[in-house]
């Protein structure tokens, strides 16, 4: 089992369990006849807290019986980079969206997307950011008609221009 | 009944429903045959252009993308030997070994043709079983449905993964956002921290559109660069035209593998892949010609095709009738019929007869209209394959964004879809099935009313839930499912605890 999996089943037991205080606090909010708003998640995060912890001793067990057996190195890290990679440009393109609006940003995002992605070729790499904005702004904005955001400031009146 | 057929037969009869079926079926048969996108993200994909649809409209384009997406598996399967969809590894084995031999033209009609009477024969089932089943349901009380959601997140829970305590664990993990917001009975914040944000609770359109869609596209991209995969020699459908003789043989065949995948496709959790591995091994078992398997055997890929197919039909049926996505293709069309203000189940079949039987025309409808399709699929699926998959990772990103914004106009619904598409991805990555987290968060809020509502009106007495005789089955059955894992091993069966 690798470092990455142990560390993510803690963190399942840190979040179930951390959860559980909130839970019962609610226990306190009901009717007169009724279990109360803390009765469910209060057992839904019980059983979770105890699984999580299952889960992670018996990672922590398989952990410790690797090590003994010396078990292979871990595969290449570069997958898991590209994978950052790529999440960190899907979070920067949403995090500008609202502020640069759909039509400026999405060509940008496509390419520097398909880039982290491994596209190299020029001909696919300066035609579809433009290809693919102009079919989704056709189709959703034009004929949908879904008010994708259109940034504020010089990216609004430049927006407004087109929808 | 036989006016709700014929209103609906001319509704869905209108050029714009026809479009709707035609291009939703396309889409499903070449999203299918596109590794890396499934049914589901087929259908939240699909999702973003039913916006502002009549329900009719609309569902007949879902239903038809669902079912065309599980046909599409098989072009891959038989053309590349990889399997577009998990259904389709049966026909891998079989279609491909067929393809090699240079029968892949014969191949494809194999599974057209099998995969259209498997949907028809399905289809027909759901027409017939959805009312006697939903006007059953229309009896059920808090306790039944309470036992009913028991059941459907127990045997996902057990069946979508390798290990049951992660399985379970997801599940638990859905039923927790699933409390998230204001609770509807006592009207209490829960778990909303102070945020408005979460006061309406967790979109579960866009936790789905995170979790099944954009999870993908961060897996995929931990993989290393493609370059297009080269195909087996196929030189059009017009090589091998079957004819009638040839199919006389297997009609039995056809039937069982139907009737079979469309009872599994009712089963909470099982779904097409099940019910393809269900069927293909029972025809491997009662061949005449068992050394034949694996070696390109039109029985199993006849099995395999007809009963994927038909698993749209069975997990159709308790979606309408019962309101209980069974996959996460159905949890995604019941998030869609919420997006359209209507509430799958018994009840939906009283209100908007309209939308239930424009359904079942519709379905109709795209198994027959899916044999077109899918040659013409085959074709532009050819020409698609051209195309890197950055450039198909692209569209599918801005796909989910604006599925997502699209919903509620809303720039907080796109950060809630980035989160999940976090944690969807570190759940696939790490073994965790996402199918009983999504179904724990569709289901979880009427669990607990149901939960809720049974002990209230047994004052307290938590026993109903058992002494009532609908409910008690459906809890022993929910046992049953729980306990299945334990059995695996013996099966032959690999579990990881």
New interface residues.
């Given amino acids: 089992m690798g470092r990455g999996e142990l560390v993510f089943r803690g963190f399942c037991v840190l979040f179930f369990a951390a959860l559980l205080p909130y839970a019962w606090q609610l226990g306190g909010i009901r009717r007169f006849g009724e279990v109360g708003s803390g009765f469910w998640p209060l057992w839904v995060l019980a059983f979770a807290t105890v699984l999580s912890l299952f889960l992670f001793l018996q990672g922590l067990w398989s952990a410790r019986r690797e090590s003994r057996q010396k078990a292979a190195a871990q595969p290449t890290s570069a997958g898991a980079r590209r994978c950052l990679g790529a999440m960190a440009i899907v979070l920067a393109y949403l995090l500008i969206l609202p502020w640069a609006g759909f039509v400026i940003t999405t060509p940008a995002f496509i390419l520097v997307f398909m880039l982290e992605l491994g596209e190299r070729r020029v001909g696919i790499l300066s035609a579809a950011p433009v290809l693919i904005t102009v079919g989704l702004f056709l189709f959703f904005i034009k004929f949908i008609q879904i008010p994708l955001p259109r940034g504020s400031g010089v990216f609004l009146t430049f927006s407004r221009m087109l929808y | 009944m036989l006016e709700h057929y014929l209103t609906a037969l001319m509704t869905v009869l209108q050029p714009v429903n026809l479009l709707a079926i035609f291009l939703g079926s396309l889409w499903g048969v070449v999203a299918g045959a596109l590794p890396g996108i499934s049914a589901s993200m087929a259908v939240v994909l699909g999702i973003?252009?039913t916006?502002?649809m009549h329900p009719v409209t609309a569902f007949s384009m879902l239903v038809s993308i669902y079912c065309g997406a599980i046909t599409g598996g098989s072009i891959t399967a038989i053309l590349f030997g990889i399997p577009g969809e998990p259904s389709a590894v049966c026909t891998v084995v079989e279609g491909h070994a067929m393809a090699k031999q240079g029968h892949a033209a014969k191949a494809m009609w194999i599974a057209i043709i099998a995969s259209a009477v498997g949907g028809l024969f399905s289809v027909l089932v759901m027409m017939f079983a959805t009312p006697l089943i939903a006007s059953f349901a229309l009896a059920f009380g808090p306790a039944e449905y309470f036992a009913l959601m028991v059941l459907g997140l127990s045997v996902v829970s057990s069946l979508s993964g390798r290990s049951l305590?992660?399985g379970?664990?997801s599940c638990?993990?859905g039923?927790?956002l699933a409390?998230v917001g204001t609770?509807g009975?006592?009207g209490?914040e829960?778990?909303t921290f102070g945020t408005s944000v979460l006061l309406g609770g967790i979109g579960f359109v866009t936790a789905m559109v995170g979790l099944l869609a954009?999870s993908e596209?961060?897996?995929e991209?931990?993989?290393?660069?493609k370059e297009k995969t080269e195909s087996a020699e196929y030189r059009g459908l017009r090589v091998e035209v079957p004819r009638w003789a040839e199919w006389r043989g297997h009609l039995g065949l056809l039937g069982w593998s139907s009737a079979l995948g469309t009872l599994v496709g009712a089963l909470p959790g099982a779904g097409a892949t099940i019910a393809s591995f269900l069927a293909y091994g029972e025809a491997s078992r009662w061949s005449k010609r068992p050394e034949k398997f694996g070696h390109g055997a039109e029985d199993g890929l006849i099995a395999a095709e007809a009963s994927n197919n038909a698993s749209t039909g069975g997990s159709l049926t308790v979606l309408l009738a019962l309101g209980i996505p069974g996959s996460n293709t159905t949890a995604m069309l019941l998030g869609a019929f919420m997006i359209h203000g209507l509430q799958a189940g018994p009840l939906l079949l009283v209100q908007r007869p309209d939308v239930v039987y424009g359904i079942f025309i519709a379905a109709l409808l795209t198994n027959l209209v899916m044999v077109l399709t899918t040659i013409w699929g085959v074709r532009l699926f050819l020409q698609l394959n051209r195309l890197?998959?950055?450039?198909f990772?692209?569209?599918i990103?801005?796909l989910c964004?604006?599925g997502a914004?699209?919903i509620n106009?809303s720039?907080d619904d796109?950060?809630v879809m980035?989160i999940f598409?976090?944690i969807g991805?570190?759940m696939a990555?790490?073994g965790y099935p996402t199918a009983p987290a999504v179904l724990g968060l569709v289901l979880g809020d009427l669990a607990?009313l149901s939960?809720?509502r049974g002990?209230?009106l047994s004052?307290?007495d938590a026993t109903i839930f058992f002494t009532r005789p609908v409910s008690a089955v459906l809890l022993l059955l929910a046992l049953v499912a729980l306990s299945y894992p334990l059995f695996q091993k013996k099966m032959g069966i690999p579990s990881e605890i």
Avoid: H
Wanted: glycine residues 6%.
């Fill in positions: 973003p252009f916006f502002g305590t992660k379970f664990l638990l993990f039923l927790f409390t609770d009975i006592t209490a829960r778990f954009a596209i961060f897996a991209a931990e993989q290393p660069f890197p998959y950055s450039v990772a692209s569209i990103m801005l964004v604006i914004f699209g106009n720039v796109l950060y980035f598409g976090v991805y570190l990555k790490f607990e939960f809720r002990l209230v004052q307290g």
